[in-house]
């Protein structure tokens, strides 16, 4: 019986490899791209939100941004899962997630350097530190590039643990 769910799996494997080489020429930047775009504008948009309802300075609230990072990484990575073997799935899905974390907070540094543009108080602060001339502006950019690329990496590695392939069940010995 283990040799004919070796076979089976050995089929299978070479199936999806198949699949794989014909996808290959199948490119996710533009989807690393859109969907990077989307989770800087979701968290860029709530971070402004509470900036102007003036409770910036709730740290618990600035994490509920992550929750629009995770979402769009989970959709993004089980979309992604189609066109990957196991083999290869779990670092294809590590770039995935890097990139995407590194355009939403590309996105974030833009949105608060225009906000400063505006109103230095309007610009997002870390741990109670404020913008008040430009280079701590690019002090406060870094650590927000910084903090939502380990995020978003923890996230994705999130993501990928709930999304890796089941090994099929062995045959219990009697």
Same mark, same amino acid.
């Given at each position: 019986?283990?040799?004919?769910?070796?076979?089976? #799996?050995?089929? #299978?494997?070479?199936?999806?490899?198949?699949?794989?080489?014909? +996808?290959? =020429?199948?490119?996710? %930047?533009?989807?690393?791209?859109?969907?990077?775009?989307?989770?800087?504008? !979701?968290?860029?948009?709530? !971070?402004?939100?509470?900036?102007?309802?003036?409770?910036?300075?709730?740290?618990?609230?600035?994490?509920?941004?992550?929750?629009? &990072?995770?979402?769009?990484?989970? $959709?993004?990575?089980? +979309?992604?899962?189609?066109?990957?073997?196991?083999?290869?799935?779990?670092?294809?899905? %590590?770039?995935?997630?890097?990139?995407?974390?590194?355009?939403?907070?590309?996105?974030?540094?833009?949105? +608060?350097?225009?906000?400063?543009?505006?109103?230095?108080? &309007?610009?997002?602060? @870390?741990?109670?530190?404020?913008?008040? +001339? $430009?280079? =701590?502006?690019?002090?406060?950019?870094?650590?927000?590039?910084?903090?939502?690329?380990?995020?978003?990496? $923890?996230?994705?590695?999130?993501?990928?643990?709930?999304?890796?392939? =089941?090994?099929?069940?062995?045959? @219990?010995?009697?």
């Amino acid at each position: 019986m283990s040799t004919i769910s070796e076979e089976l #799996r050995t089929k #299978r494997d070479a199936s999806l490899q198949e699949e794989y080489e014909e +996808n290959k =020429q199948f490119s996710y %930047l533009p989807v690393i791209i859109r969907n990077g775009l989307i989770a800087g504008a !979701l968290m860029g948009t709530y !971070l402004t939100l509470l900036q102007f309802a003036n409770i910036e300075n709730s740290i618990w609230l600035k994490f509920v941004k992550y929750l629009f &990072l995770m979402m769009v990484l989970g $959709i993004v990575l089980k +979309n992604a899962k189609n066109y990957y073997p196991p083999i290869s799935y779990f670092r294809q899905g %590590l770039k995935i997630g890097a990139g995407i974390s590194v355009i939403a907070a590309s996105v974030l540094m833009v949105l +608060n350097i225009i906000l400063f543009s505006f109103n230095a108080d &309007l610009s997002f602060n @870390k741990f109670s530190l404020e913008a008040q +001339n $430009i280079g =701590q502006l690019m002090i406060l950019d870094v650590t927000i590039l910084f903090e939502v690329f380990v995020y978003g990496m $923890i996230l994705t590695f999130i993501c990928l643990q709930f999304l890796k392939y =089941q090994n099929p069940k062995a045959e @219990k010995p009697l």
